[in-house]
């Protein structure tokens, strides 16, 4: 019997059980899953929920996951990190279709369009994981209402791992529901940092230098008309906070809108 038999029959008794519809290994770090979303669920693009296992000790093994399907979606969709010794993930990398996770239905999380003042342009940074509450965002048609252009930056270490990003970029302007919200609005600027692709760099080093408003054909970061939402490690955000104010741009949140916010991408 695996581990996951093991917790799957337990977890079926809990309120808070969804069922696995869909799994997708995009490298041997990386996966992407679907599951059916609770009835009563009704969250904005962008927030985050608490999922999980039971763990060997029987309590409910939970940790904050970014939900990555545009808030219209019947179901709900995540991308997750494997750690192999990770509490939770080492588990949760081996669900498949019908397995049941734990899903409390309480979103939260400052990620959303609510917490940025009206601009012109949306700067979504992201690196590794922290891309899922922009697969969310860009989904969203309210997105592409609220501003005249839209730009993920996304930056791994090696071209795979942007595959999940680029995938999904690459079906916007032809998605039935979203696409004619999308038109040409959505620029995007993939990056690897340790491994040869068509560009490299830090989003940082990217920004800093100017390269990627020449690439782009943007002007630099002004804080009338552009907003920023940061996602990814402890570090990348410390250091995105710091070029976001540098250029004039302040921290938002739910309660107080602002320039840009910040949430670090959950791993574990
Ligand atoms: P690098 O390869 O130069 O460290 P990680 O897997 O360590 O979280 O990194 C994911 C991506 O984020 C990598 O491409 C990494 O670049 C980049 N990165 C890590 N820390 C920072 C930072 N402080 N500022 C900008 N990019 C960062």
Redesign the pocket.
Known sequence: MTDLQKITPAAKALPDAQTVTEVTHWTDRLFSFRCTRPRSLRFRSGEFVMIGLLGDNGKPLLRAYSIASPSWDEELEFYSIKVPDGPLTSKLQHIQPGDEIILRPKPVGTLVLDALLPGKRLWLFA??TGVAPFASLLRDPETYEKFEQVILMH???QKA?LEYGRQLVESLPEDPLIGEFVGDKLLYYP????EESARGG????NLTSGKVFADLGVPPLDPVADRGMVC??L??N???KAILEEAGLREGANSEPAEYVVEK?FVG
């Open positions: 690196t590794g930056t791994c270490r791992e990056t690897t940092t340790q830090r989003i940082t080093d990814g490690s570090d990348f410390t250091d995105m991408a």
